[in-house]
Nanobody, 123 residues
Framework: QVQVVESGGGLVQVGGSLRLACAAS????????MGWFRQAPGKQRELVAT???????NYTDSVKGRFTISRDRAKNTVYLQMNSLKPEDTGVYYC?????????????????WGQGTQVTVSS
């Protein structure tokens, strides 16, 4: 089993900053990609940022220049530094870990999700 746990959400004013963290643990053979998605009320979940094993990063256009994704390989942890926050950044932020993990006695490639952390930006 693979566990994914997020932390760092909260309430912040417009223009403020927050740092999210996500740690993956359990029976992990290899992590291929880590990333963050978010879901605003009444909207579909959307990709925010991802980071690959080669440290290649990808951001949705609306957060470029404001958010930075990084990872600590030794700790199987990914971070999302969010600056210049806007009300439209409000939502539940989910950590996604694409990895080969042990499930039902077998090693399988899967997307693992955390339970989400709320980010609220007040104007």
């Amino acid at each position: 089993q693979v566990q994914v746990v997020e932390s760092g959400g909260g309430l912040v004013q417009v223009g403020g900053s927050l740092r999210l963290a996500c740690a993956a643990s359990g029976s992990i053979f290899v992590i291929r990609r880590m990333g963050w998605f978010r879901q605003a009320p009444g909207k579909q979940r959307e990709l925010v940022a991802t980071i690959s094993t080669t440290e290649s990063t990808n951001y949705t256009d609306s957060v470029k220049g404001r958010f930075t994704i990084s990872r600590d390989r030794a700790k199987n942890t990914v971070y999302l530094q969010m600056n210049s926050l806007k009300p439209e950044d409000t939502g539940v932020y989910y950590c996604n870990v694409r990895a080969v993990g042990r499930d039902g006695g077998q090693w399988i490639s899967n997307d693992y999700w955390g339970q989400g952390t709320q980010v609220t930006v007040s104007s």
